[in-house]
């Protein structure tokens, strides 16, 4: 099938202080339905692991469509596109109420941690990528921003909550930092955001967390020992 659907409730702890869904948890639902739908065609986590493989993100990108609160159940829709190159995009819709609230772009690619490579996007062989693309334009990396022009906010250390099944950061929990340094943009709803992983983070190791602030949105770079390990911005 080239799509996959599914309804999740939204729990208490998904949303911020004004009701709405965090980025961190619209990340969060983009994960586990991709991961459900991945086992469909046999390269899910436990498929992946056993051949020497797994997902990561390189990007994402999420479109609010329309700003609504306290929503208590919604619907998601996931599918993958053609890959370019080691690049396998998947587009993401989600629903409340049959209203579209988010769409989201997300940048897979495989990794072979036993050649500590990149691997191949071939090595799926039943996925099904005949489905419309979400969007008719291809997401770039964001243009880093030179480092002497940012502003040092906070230091963060990497700590065992902040880990996932694959051993390193969890790519949702780099929104939670944003919010921890911009808070809510006085309850204004962001239009969308981006968010490049250049590096994976691991348990133990001191972030800092800088700032660039423009008229439409603002941005955030983790650096760690002078390495940047991601950045993001944030429009509103």
Same mark, same amino acid.
């Given at each position: ?6 309804t999740?409730t ?5 949303n ?8 961190? @948890?619209? !990340?969060?639902? &983009? ?6 739908h991945? /086992? ?7 498929d ?5 493989y $797994? ?8 479109e609010?469509?329309k700003?609504?609160?306290?929503m208590?159940?919604v ?7 053609k890959?370019?190159f080691?690049?396998m995009?998947r =587009?993401t819709?989600?629903?409340? +109420?049959?209203e ?8 897979w690619?495989i990794?072979?941690? *036993? ?6 996007? @071939?090595?799926?062989?039943d996925i099904?990528? @005949? ?6 334009t291809?997401? *770039? ?7 002497e022009?940012l502003?040092?906010e ?6 065992f909550?902040?880990?996932d ?7 949702? *929990? $780099? !929104?939670? !930092?944003? !919010? =921890?340094?911009?808070k809510?943009?006085q ?7 981006q ?5 994976? &983070?691991?348990?133990g190791?001191?972030? /800092?967390?800088?700032?660039? +602030? ?7 770079f983790g ?5 940047? *390990?991601?950045?993001? +911005?944030?429009?509103?």
């Open positions: 099938m080239n799509s996959y659907e599914k999740y939204i729990t208490t702890n998904m911020d202080k004004n009701d709405r869904l965090k980025p961190s @948890s619209i !990340l969060d639902i &983009c994960q586990i339905i991709a991961g459900e991945a /086992e469909t065609f046999n390269a899910g986590f436990l992946f692991v056993n051949k020497g $797994y997902w990561v993100i390189v990007r994402n990108y999420v609010c469509v700003d609504i609160k306290d208590r159940e619907k998601v829709v996931t599918y993958p596109e890959p370019r080691v690049e995009p =587009d819709e989600i629903y409340y +109420k049959d579209l609230v988010y769409k989201i772009r997300t940048i690619m990794f072979d941690f *036993r050649n500590n490579s990149v691997a191949d996007p @071939s090595i799926v062989t099904d990528t @005949s489905h419309e693309p979400l969007f008719n291809r997401f *770039r990396r964001l243009a880093p921003i030179e480092k022009k502003t040092l906070r230091k963060q250390e990497v700590t909550s902040y880990l099944h694959n051993g390193h950061m969890n790519n949702t *929990r $780099y !929104l939670d !930092l944003y !919010l =921890d340094v911009f809510d943009n309850n204004k709803p962001f239009r969308n955001l968010v490049e992983y250049s590096k994976q &983070c691991y348990e190791e001191m972030l /800092e967390l800088y700032s660039y +602030k423009e008229e439409d949105g603002n941005y955030l650096y760690c020992n002078d390495e940047l *390990r991601f950045y993001m +911005k944030v429009t509103y």
